[in-house]
Each structure stands twice: as C-alpha cells, then as structure tokens.
C-alpha cells in the first residue's frame, strides 16, 4: 500500500534473481527520457542497449543455461515496473521473453534449451514476426528438409528492429495452421521496415519485416507441439494476453503516480471550491479515490492470474486443458479491468492536473495513447463475451492465438 | 473460477473448523426461503435457531474456550457465502462474531475470555447496541461502582432482537468519548423494539432498543483499551467495514449467480438477434461477461483486504498505527469495489433475465433492495475522499467507527 | 429551468384544453397515496374513477367528437407529469389514449370517430390485450362476417381491468400477421384475470386475458391499414415507445424531485465532511449536479422527440416512410437516455438521502422498482444495436411492433 | 436525424446572413489538412486568411455596421460544424466574436458600433487578452486620461498571433476587479509570443502576450457596465461557456463522423464474432448506438441553451439577473453533457476502428487530444456542484467569468 514503483523493492525474494538496484537505475532513466522519446519514435536504441547491458534479457533463462533463472512472473512484475514509465519499452522487455518462452510452448527441450543457452551466452535481444492474423506471409517446405523458404510480409511485428533472433510465423499452402520458427534476424533475405508511426506505443518497433526467399531450416521449425499443439503449447497465447494485462496495469499505475507527482496539492483550490488547496479539494481527492479503486481491483486480479499461470507454467506439458481454461479466464478477467483502469486513469489524470498540465513538452498524453494504442490488441468487448459465455453456458475459451 | 458458492468447498483447508456439509445445509435451506422471508421481514427466529444449533456460533471462540477455533477469516468467508443467499442472515452472523470480536478490541483477556467461553457453553446469540452516531443514549456512573446506569435508545441495533448477549454504547456527560459495556440483554430496563421495517437486509432486526435505568456493572464495561484505545483496539472499525464488503460482494455474486439460474438461455432471442436463443446472444453474454468482471474485481480485492485484516488480528495488541492504517485502506478500497459490484450486478442482472423476471414472487428485487440498503452504512463518496487523501496526500485513515 | 412539475403550469399554452388546476389535485392526490398504492398494488380503482372524473380520458379527443381537443403531445407531457409521482397512473393514463390512437393508426376515420365520440359520450376507460409476443391467441374466420372467433389468453394486458374497451390482438391460422380488433370488454368470453403482481408498476393491472369463444363482428376489426399496413399505422409502435420514455423522464424526474424534497440540507453532514451541513457537502452537491445532467439531458431529447412525433402524426395516413424512421430513430435516442436516467437516479438518490431514507414506509426504492420493471419491456442493448445500425450504416429502422 | 455536418445544409433558414457554400468550401479545406496542421502545430496563417476572405469574420456585426447581421446563435451554429473537423480553428472564429460580443457587454454602444464599424471596414480579427485568473498584468492609471500604461504578462491569450485587435484585461492597484480595454495589436509595447504548443487544440495559439508599458487611451477601457457590472454583461461569462460547450459537441460529433466515415464495415469481421462483416457485429453496432445517444443528448442540451442565450442577448441590458441565471444553468447543463461526449466519444472510436487506426498519420488521437484539452478550461466537477447547488438549494449560479 506504497507507491506503486517501491511495492516492488518491498518484496526481497522476487528479486532474488538479480539485484534491484539494477532496475531501479533502468527505471530512472527510462523515466527521464520517455517524454522526448515518445516525441522522437523510431528504435530506442540506447534503451534497448542499457536492457542488453543490465542482464535483464536472461531473466527467465534458467541458471544452467547461462541465465539469472528468473520465474516468468518475475519477468512479469518488471515488465509491470518498466510499463508505469514506459510501456513501449516494457513491450520490448516482454516480448524478449515471450519469444524464449514461445520456444519453449512450441518446441521440445532439446531444440528450445540450446537456442536459450546462446541467448544468455550472446545476450540476444528477441524480437516478434508471429501475427497469427496476417495471411501474406507464405512457407514453401521442399522435399529435401533444407529447402524451406519464407516469402511474404508481416505486420505489427514488435521488437524486430535492433533485435538478434526472430520467432516468424507463416502459412502453408498444403496444410491448415501456422508453422512457426526461430531464426536469426540477419538471415538473408530478411528485412525489418523501421517503419512504425503510430500514436501510441512509439518505440516498440512494430512495423513490417519483409521476407524474399528467406531460406528456413528444419530444425528451427517449432513443430513438437507446434502452435497450439497441446493445452501446454496453448498457454502461449495466455502468456501473450497476460503480458499486454500487465503493461495496462503499468500504464494505470504510472498515470496515476505522475498524477500525484504532478499536482500541485499545496497551490491554490479552483476559485470555487471551499477550501484553500487543491489537496484539500473533495473533489480532487474523490477523484484520486477513484483512480486508486480501479487500479488497485485491476492489480489485484492481475496478480491473481500472474500467480496462476507460473503454477500452470510450472506444470509444463502435464498441464490439462480445463486448467489452461481456469488459467485464461482469469487472464481475460484480469485484462478486460486492467484495460478498463488504463484507459480511464490515464484520460481522467487531466481533471486533477488542470489546463497547464496539457503543454507539450510534459507530453501526459502518452499515458492515453500508449493505453488507447495498446488496448486495441484484441477487442474488449469480444472478451467479455467470452467470459459472459463462459460464466452463463460454462462453455471453456476455445484455445486460439487470443484466448 | 467456479460457481462462486462451491467455491468454498474446494478449499478444504478453509473448513477445518467444521464440516462443510453444516455449512451447505444451511445455505441450502436460506436459500429456499429467502424470497418468503424477504417479503414477510420480522425477525427470522427458525434461521437464528438453524444458526444456533449448526455450532457456528462458536466458529470464532478459540478451541481452548469451547469453540470450533476458526479464524476471523473463517467467518468472514461464511458470512460471503451466506450473504450470496441471504445477506440479511449473513449480517446477522457475522455480527455475533463482530461483537464477540469486540469484547476482544476494547477488553483485556481476562475480561472477554470467560464471556467468550460462557457465549460457547449456552450457544449465545449476540446483538448490536453500539451506534456512535447515534447520541441519545447516555450513562451515569455513580461514586460506587455497581450504580452505573443507562439511559436512552439506539437505533439500528442489528440483531439485538432475540439475542441473549448486546454489547451497548452510551456516552457519559463528564467525558468524552464512548462507553462500550457487554450486557445480558435480558437484564431489567432492556426493551428490544421489533420495529425493523425497511426495504432492504429486512431480516437483520436492526430497529430500536431502548433502555430505562439500566444497571451496568464495572466489569462489563470494555475499558482496556476501550474503544479506539490503541491500534489493535480500532481495528474494530476495520472489521466491521470488512464485513459490510463481504456481505456487499456476497450480493454481487449472488446475484450474478441467480441471474445465470434463472436466464433461460436456451429460449428464442429477442426478435431482433441474429442468433436462435438467448444463450447465444452477444450482448447477453457482453452483459454477463461485464458483470464477471465486476464481481470478479471486488473478490480479489476483498480477499487480499481479509487476508491483511487476518495478519494484523493475528498480532494483537503489538499492532503499529501505520500496520493498522495499511489494513483500514485495503478494506476501504474492496468496500468500494463490492458496493459498485453489489449495486450494478443487483440493477442490472434484469437486463438479461427480461421483463418476466420482474414477477413478485420470484423477488429478485431484493439483491438490489439489500444492497442499496446495506451500502449505506456510511458514504461511499467519503471513503473515496478519504483514500484519494490517503494516495494523494500520503494521509493516513484517521481511526473512527468508520475508518 | 425550475421545478420539474411546475414547468407544466409556466406553458399556459399547453393547457388551453383543460384548466391545469384539474392536473394539480389529481397529482397532489396521487402523490399523497403513492407510497400506499405501490404498496398494496392490484387495482387503483379509485384514482381510475379521478382520472375518469377529471375529464382527462377525453383529451386526445377532437371537440367534435365530444373531446376536450387536446394534441397527443398534451397527453406525453400530462404522462410525464403523473408519471414523476405515480407512473403507474401514467401508464394506465397513456395507454388509454394509446388504445384511441390505435384506433387512427390501423382503421379509416369512419371507423374511429363513432368510437372515439362513443368514448367521449360515455367516459370510457380503454384498455390493452395487444401483444404482439404472446402467440398463443387465436382467431377464427368463418365465411360469414359475424362469425369471427377468438380463443385465447394474453399476457401484459396493461388495464384490461376496470376497462370498458379492449384493443385485442389475434393470430389467424390462415395468414400471417396480427389480427387488431376494438371490443367490449364485457363482451361474452372475455375473462380479465387480476393476477398483475410484479416488484414494479405495481397498479398497472398488466395481468392476463384470456378469450374464450369470444364472437367479433367485422366492423370491430382494424383492417385499413391495419398494423404495419402504412408508415403511419406503423408510427403506433413509435408512440408506444414514446409513451415509455415519457414514463421514464417522468420517473426520473420525480426520483430527482423527490430527493431535493426530502433531503435534509440543513442537518449535519457526514462527520468527515468539513462543512457543517449536508446541504452544504460538495459530494452530496456533485451528485445532484449529475442527477440533474442525465436527467435534463433525457428531457432535451424528449421533448424534441415528441416534437417530431406530433408534426409526424399530424401528416396523417400522407406520412412517408423515411419521415416515419426519423421519428423512430429520434424517439429511440431518448428512450436509451431516459431509461439511463430514471435506473440509475432512481438507485443514486439513495446517496444523498442515507441510510435512514431506506425506511420501508418511504418506499423510495419503488422509483427504482418502477423504473426496474417498465425499461424490460424492450431490450436497450437492442435499442442501441438498431440505432447503431442507422448511424454506422445508414439503416432506417424497420417497422415492427418495437421499433 | 442524418450526417451531423449535412445538419446545417438543412436548416436554410439559418443561413440567410450568408451563402452556404462559403462554409462548405471552408469545412472541406479544413478537413483536408486538419490532421497535418494538427501535427504542425503553430499558427494556421493561411486557414486565418480563408476566414478573413470568407467574410465570415463579419457574421456577428449588424448590416448597418457593414457586417453580415447574423445573429449570436449563428456564430455558434458554424463554431460547432468547424469544430467537427478542426476544433482549434473553430476556437479561433468563436473567440474573434467572442471579442466584439464582448465589447457589447462590457461597453456602451457609442463605444462599440465604431469598433464593429471599423471590424467590419478591415476585415479585422480579434484575439484574446482577457484571462481573469491570471493576475500578473496590472494598469496604472495616470492623473491625465492618457496616461493609463499596461505592464507584465498573460497565459492563454487564444489567438492574439496574427491578430488585428485585442481585448486585454488588466488590474489596478487602487481598485478590486478587471479593467478591460480593447486595443490594436500592433500598438507599442505588445508582444505576442508564440509560445503555444500544448498537446491539443494546438492551433489556437494560446500563447502569452507580454505588455511593456503599453498605453492605453481612456475611450478604449470598457467601463459601462464593465465586467461583471450588470446580469447582462455577466452574459458574457455565459457566451465564453458557451462556445465551449458548442466546440465540445462538435468535438464529439466530428469523432463519431469519422468513425463512420473510418471503419471498414464491409471488411471480415473480429475472428470471435458469428457474423461475415464488422459492420454486423452486435457490439459494433451497440458501440455506435451509444456514441450516438450520448452525442445526442449533448446536442439537445446545446441546441436548448443557445436558443435560451439568443434570447436573453437579444433582451440586452433589459436582461434581468433571473433569467440571466436560467441561461447559466442552461449552458453549465449542456458544457457537463458536451464536454463528456467528447471525451467518451473520442476515446471510445477506437473501439470499433481498431488497431490500424492508431497509425500516426491519421492522427485520429486529435479529436481526444483536443477534447481533453479544451474541457479542461474548468474543472467539470465545480460545475457538476454549482448545478447541484442550484438544484438541491435554489441557489442561482453567482455570476462570475466561470458561471
């Protein structure tokens, strides 16, 4: 019941696997730079150097393949951290591991372990090529195994730019489903589009990456279970919705600390208010009221499926399905409220703030565009339908790329 | 994420201080005469009696005193699960506990552990007599200390009807503050009005009691600490609004329970859906998804807040300030989730049941009608303005009989 | 931009068919039993006879046909007015002039004005068995005009009881479509069961009929247009929907008048207010303010509404199509902003009034019962997908018996 | 009931004072550079100077001064249809009238038909340099009527670039409230600053103005009544939330336009609906049924209180303090409506564009970026309370710059 950036360094044992002071500098100066760099766009090349350098990338790399051994939901409460100063940097971090951990729903061990230990060893930064909605991207498998070839071009893949490795989706002609593969960023034939100018979410590089004969081998073919193979290779696509749950978390967490910050609690009430500050105004403090209610119900549901899905993660392949479906629902549950607080806390923080708090330079706004910008992933609305369905007919999420 | 109400019998560890099937039976048969009960009101002697004779009047007297040994948690979890059927019985149980509770806040151990132990050998049923708002009733204490007397009448004295034990406050014109004695309530000048008639929570007798010359002797008065005496002492406030949220968000959930009971979800659509029946129709589901959400929000919240409230009952006496104001904001913060969720899911849960919903013997009504009763206990917008305080200003609840 | 009720007695215009002092005493009468009414629900008898006696029953009638001349505009705004302290009154008010307008809607002029002067001759009440959604009466067709039959029972028929006509809707097994015919009540056959009894719009006898070998002459039939035959015969179901929204801006209109009413301004405000009156707390000021927006907001919309329906209705049988769906669309805007309004003014007049405005004599909750029960008789989910439709795709509502 | 813009070519009465096609062809230059200029930012030189050609900066001036003889309402009318597709420039055109209304409530007529004369003759634009919160611009005023000087400096002076005129506002040390003068923007010692660059409404230029003892002759100070010194010149406070309030409503009906206008109704809908196109889908559709309610309603109330402030304007100083107190609550009730439209309806169009529309150059966060930043001109919630103010107690809006 701190400040939501300390509630972390209370907890000793989630940093067990680095030391805090580590993110605490990361935070820092994320936080003094992501005004100009919202501004700016384009690649946040010195950020994404200041993650490689502070052995974050490792995080969820277990210790005897070289990394910190994190848990995934460490990597979770720091993607959270780094989303209440900057959610497009807390994209990047996240996706990092979401590609590692995406090796792992997809492929056996023996083909995800030694591309982790080359992570750890290299320190690869992981980017995204895998949007199960964008059908132009088209694999030819040829009789000899080395002839796979990938042609076609994907959009909205986060993290491509600057980054070592790829996890690539595409389509083939001869069989339903998406064949999914990692390979390096440098692979000839490969081009990443700096091409992303979106409203929000400036810096995550989620522009178009190119694909001309790119040559594919078959071992890097994910195919044991493949996507969506098994409930286990399923709680990917969890994984995925519980990452964005997070960075709304963040965002409704960090507009609502910039709030307090930025207020002036000591100057003077509005000309109509009955009190001498606007600290003391009711109506200013019901409205903090407010925000901090919603955030904190979306923290608490967020932290509840965080804490879920490690114990389905934790079970590996013996995960069921109808525990994957508890473990989705809860993400959904969780998504749809912290959404909901991102959007609302980030647009409302204003009417506490006042007029001048709309300059430019202060760029406040990016808490909204980054919310508005992000929350558009999936519809809301078709997940509470969803969830209607679920709690009305009983009827289980269908495992897909959203769900 | 299960039906709420099973909810508590896959937690075997929750139910060690009694069977659950006791628990069940009573749910069940609360249940089956909720609506009949709701529309007749007085006092709801055969359920005191049922409450009585299941033993969980002693679920909070520690073992060693002749009780079940359940924690303050336990109670609160029953008092949800009752409340999803009944909130007006759930009331009522939980504040036996409250008072019993109460002894334990104001009174040193050698003062409420033989009234503990005598309330577990006679199975008494305590009532409430402690309303600080309410001014009109007085004591005079005389030079000797058998001459204390009361005078004047409380109202919303919830439960005092048919109870054998009422704990009393009175205010004493030399002094400030509140006097808080435990008396039997059949002691001479006592009178128990049955004047209960309100809309809502219309089974909690919480009517007058008035008092004529009513002998209190010294050591029923809970003067170590007294009330609001130390940290520990006003976490009696705190508790009284975690019950108030767990009987809100037992309104939530049974309401959103009853709704999917009763939703003929295989009938026809309205006329202007595109699908066959109404279990199938998005906006339904829309509807029972955002009232999942809600519902799900206000859970989450209230059980990390019953959770923190358990840890600092759990120290006692040696409970700091800043502990206790840690608690009294986690409960705030739930209590405001739980009442928006009662209310919305209470209106709203007619939307997708339909016009014949509305008949007058089914009653649905009464979610709405108990809640909006019950969650005006004391404003919602002033615990807004509290917690806005508490996040803006770094001000700690001020402990009272609300915070 | 006063009083909502006296706003009718500042239009002298508006009154010119009748002296507003006859409207004055009935509301005034009304109100004073209120409370009692809801509570004993079944027939209002004695203020069907007021409302006989004062005249009103003749309002949407021409002078020449022995009417007071009044425009169906004068009975929407008298059904506002009514509705804010009775709207059961209100219903059974409009729905009478409703049953008259049904009459122009679906038949020639030489069948309605011998039964619109017949009215006025004879004071008759009118009431309604047309439902639309209940199937389950049946009418027979011999080959000799007189020997119409019908068999059946209808539910929702509003004011069947103590009515002197009936508007009866039937389903012919050889065509499709409603069959609308104008009958006696006392007509051999027709049993009028008192068996209305809903949490909501207590005294709207909205019970069932049921018909048994009921004999209907040709000439009781509606048949030119007859229903949905024109644009202007379908403008009847606009005038139904209009007729709710009425009831809900009168609703809360009267919720929000009722709470300026009994709020106690003057008493204490709330112990952690920091201004001595309750009348003086800028929380309880907030939530008027805000009642007061919604409500003015579903009043701006309307008023224009019923504007547009009355220019609409005076075209006559020469109304067009689109112009029919202007009026529809403008009617179905306010009917979604008034049903907002009267839900939730009705649930948060609670806040500003507190606990004790829950005592059951008040019966301030039957606002929101009211308003409960009366926004079901349609979805607005719907309400809200078919003007979606019009604004996204430019689709005029289709005519039915809802829209 | 048909495309909001469209609305106005309907009504030709409203367009006597000029040739539609005039703001037709405005509206269409304006739409099609508003989202560069948006990101431009600066001063709109060259949309200026369509203004000025288009003749329309004489809408407001009587014919017999040499201007178009519109009325005020007119003014407004064309506020809100520039506002739907550039709300920055609409700020512009409003506060030029805004300024010679003005000089018609603060001066006599001998003082200000030559002004509107000479506005008329130049094709003059006004700018603004009255900001009554901002108290570091003081005037002293010499012995000799010539020797008032004007010294410091003020914030949000909307647009004093580019402008020919402007209305400053000054304090003096020897007596309480404003002095107000009307003065040349090119005279000695005002500096304009064009230092405007905020994250929304960013072609107002709503710089600072500085003043280096800058004369000001007697006959230019509007003394008769002066500010705030008769219920007609308090008007003006009115027109200023006015015009707000027109430029909100237009906000929310040019983001709910181009929605429409935006979102692929024939392409596939989301892969969870049970529907072939997204202008199909149920939640779509319930989406724009409710942006088109809420905008709606803001429309009603708009449309009512400029009616009402036409009227009390054209009351002149006949305008008693009653029915310049109606006006305000009229206005405050429509500015609440309008300013929530905007920001709901401008958050919320997202949810049915979907992710692609956050591409940058769209620049579709414009419409929330201006609303935020325009309502944020006073705090909503004092006015919500000065509304419940007047409605709970009687009490009449105190006139004031704000109310």
Not at 338 to 345: G, H, P
Request: glycine fraction near 8%.
């Amino acid at each position: 019941m701190v400040e939501p950036m300390s509630l972390y360094r209370r907890a000793p044992d989630i940093w067990r696997p680095f030391d805090p002071e580590v993110l605490d500098t990361l935070l820092a100066d994320f936080e003094a730079t992501a005004a100009a760099r919202d501004e700016a766009g384009g690649t946040a090349k010195r950020e994404r150097d200041l993650i490689r350098e502070s052995g974050l990338l490792g995080l969820s790399i277990p210790r005897d393949l070289g990394g910190l051994g994190g848990s995934i939901g460490d990597v979770l409460t720091v993607t959270r951290a780094i989303a209440a100063v900057d959610s497009a940097l807390a994209h990047l971090f996240a996706f990092h591991h979401f590609q590692l951990a995406t090796l792992q729903f997809y492929g056996p061990r023996q083909q995800w372990a030694p591309l982790l230990e080359e992570t750890a060893r290299h320190n690869w930064f992981w980017g995204n090529a895998l949007n199960p909605l964008d059908k132009s991207t088209r694999i030819t498998c040829g009789p000899d195994l080395g002839e796979h070839r990938i042609n076609g071009t994907k959009t909205f893949c986060s993290g491509a730019t600057d980054s070592d490795m790829l996890v690539v989706s595409a389509i083939r002609a001869d069989k339903p489903g998406l064949t999914v593969a990692a390979i390096p960023t440098s692979r000839d034939g490969v081009v990443v589009h700096d091409d992303w100018d979106n409203m929000g979410q400036r810096q995550t590089d989620s522009g178009r990456v190119s694909f001309k004969d790119v040559a594919v081998l078959d071992e890097e073919i994910l195919r044991e279970p493949g996507p969506l193979g098994s409930p286990f290779a399923s709680l990917r696509s969890s994984l995925g919705q519980l990452i964005l749950t997070e960075i709304y978390l963040g965002l409704a967490e960090g507009a609502l600390a910039h709030a307090v910050a930025h207020v002036d609690a000591n100057g003077p009430a509005w000309i109509a208010a009955k009190v001498a500050t606007a600290g003391e105004d009711p109506l200013i403090l019901r409205n903090f009221g407010d925000y901090w209610v919603q955030t904190a119900g979306a923290a608490a549901l967020t932290e509840r499926a965080q804490t879920q899905f490690q114990a389905a993660f934790d079970l590996g392949p013996a995960l069921e399905a109808d525990e994957r479906a508890e473990v989705a629902v809860s993400i959904a549950t969780a998504k749809v409220a912290a959404a909901r607080a991102a959007l609302d806390v980030s647009s409302r923080m204003f009417e506490v703030l006042g007029a001048r708090s709309t300059a430019a330079k202060l760029r406040f706004d990016r808490f909204w565009r980054n919310a508005r910008t992000h929350t558009l992933h999936d519809p809301v609305d078709h997940k509470l339908q969803e969830l209607g369905d679920w709690r009305l007919n009983g009827r289980l999420p269908t495992p897909s790329f959203y769900s």
